[in-house]
């Protein structure tokens, strides 16, 4: 079965310091994979995605990830955080089902504090 | 704005009663998703719809039904309710089994 670690639960960091967020997963097939973002009191809202191609996929807000099979990683990147990005963030996996269902499954999250 | 609407946004209740959760997929969308976010089991899947019919079903408690009407729209109906219900409860939709959009959420605290 899919699964995906977080290892980080909470992570500080300066405002304007650069950003890395951890994302490992475990899926049998070519995953799909994505990184949403929760700020408090919100829905998850969706950075960015990766299907295949291209390793290293930009997303909204200037977030970037790298999908590295042989680690099966898929980190989130930011070069410079602003304190409008401190929310919690969610590593995901797509998995299809039996049927042609599809679920995502997702890690515990990272809270993201940033210091002024 | 992911175009996913949910209503209503905070749902307060008392153990052993029934509610009812609306879910408006984006324009176009057919499959609706439904995931429980609790603070001891993080997000899980419930279940997914396709165009009107059950596609998936996940994590989802015997005492929880769902259904997609033929505009598309979802409902999730939760019954004999537990204190351990208490969540926030995500609709998801997708054109297919693509990226899902996310809504805004309806929290539910049953008291």
């Known amino acids: 079965a899919q699964s995906v670690t977080q290892p980080d639960i909470h992570i500080t960091v300066s405002e304007g310091a650069s950003l890395e967020l951890r994302c490992n997963y475990s899926y049998g097939a070519t995953p799909y994979l994505f990184w949403y973002v929760q700020s408090p009191g919100q829905g998850l809202q969706l950075l960015l995605k990766y299907f295949s191609g291209d390793t290293l996929v930009q997303g909204i807000k200037g977030f970037e990830a790298e999908f590295k099979r042989s680690q099966s990683s898929f980190n989130l990147r930011k070069p410079s955080v602003h304190w409008s990005d401190a929310a919690e963030y969610f590593c995901a996996v797509a998995a299809g089902l039996t049927g042609g269902g599809n679920k995502l499954t997702f890690g515990t999250g990272t809270q993201l504090k940033v210091e002024l | 704005d992911s175009g996913v609407t949910q209503t209503p946004k905070h749902l307060i209740t008392a153990t052993g009663q029934r509610v009812t959760l609306r879910c408006s997929p984006r324009s176009g969308d057919l499959s609706v998703y439904w995931y429980q976010q609790s603070l001891d089991q993080g997000l899980q899947f419930l279940i997914q719809y396709y165009n009107g019919e059950e596609r998936a079903k996940g994590n989802i408690l015997e005492r929880f039904s769902a259904q997609q009407f033929p505009d598309l729209h979802s409902e999730l109906n939760l019954s004999s309710l537990e204190l351990g219900d208490s969540a926030l409860y995500f609709c998801?939709?997708?054109?297919?089994?693509?990226?899902?959009?996310f809504g805004p959420g309806t929290r539910l605290t049953v008291l």
């Open positions: 998801a939709s997708s054109i297919d089994t693509d990226t899902q959009y």
